[in-house]
């Protein structure tokens, strides 16, 4: 089947999507019977094209390379009719698919959640990165999703790349998760290792994963556990059958980590770990974030660098521990081709 597809936000989610839509085509084509045109890319900064017949993804992907505008990229026609306004392009494209991969803003939601309704109201799937509207309106959005039978799917949002929910959709199919406990934010885990390993203070390791770009834009929400809060609190809805709000949990952080506690914990044999967990407690869900020193035996202590894992604990399996990405162009981009070929997949 082909599917005609609009990106909303096309920074390095998007433009690592559209790298994979490129180089994998053949194969995407030949493996899964999967074909994709990319119809709409609408980009606050970045400009917007709407070309139906379909965007060259490889001269598109050029041109944003050399920091040109989409609004003078395609044929004049598709210039004249291109409306500025991400919602109008939203409504008037007749893509199939929204992939919503606006930065996140997790006090608001918006503009990602605006984005996210309009495309459902308007009968599009949509497959999103963006860990505001999961983390704040997941219910009502899954509620629209479903009336407008259409999916709503938010792979990316934890573990980037590293499946989560195709994961337990599929693979733990049966299975209930009593609970998840995990390191789910890459940028203070690589703080934590690099305090360790190299001895550096936290504000130079701090330094490094912005130069690295593993931080958010404001790496508060990373290094005081608001991001690592929002993943618990998706999880916990999707996963545990929650509906937590992040302003109904208070985290912490890991700005009063020395490095003198690190090397300490390690003298001792164990290891500081921003841990995000959540589950089930007489009927209601107890939730959190928080450091905690853990002792080798468990299975998140060795994971090193920018890397998330999660434990679940399942009433048929028992404890099972994925490690991969957390972050990055390619894990992230990957993430949404998840999230579309099971639209796919389900639509055959
Ligand atoms: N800033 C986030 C992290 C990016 O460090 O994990 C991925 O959500």
Redesign the pocket.
Known sequence: MKYRIGLVGCGVVGQGFLEILAAKAEELKARHGFEAKVVAIADKLKGTAIIPAGIDIGKALKWLGAGKSLDEFGPVKAKREAPADPLDVIARTDADIIAELTYTDIKTGEPATSHIRKALQTGKHVVTSN?GPAALYYRELAELAKKKKRQFRIEGTVM?GTPVFTLCERGFAGNEVREIKGI?????NFILSKMETDGMEYGEALAL?QKLG???ADPT??VEGF?ALA?VVILSNVLLGGNLKPAQIRPQGISSITRQMVLDAKAEGFRYKLVGFARRESGKIAAGVAPQKLSLADPLTGVMG?Q?ALTFDLDLLGKVTIQGP??GKLATGHAILQDVLAIHHDLE
């Open positions: 860990k980037s789910l934010n890459g940028t203070t994963a593993y931080a958010e929400a990373d991001d993943k920018a998330n957390g972050a």
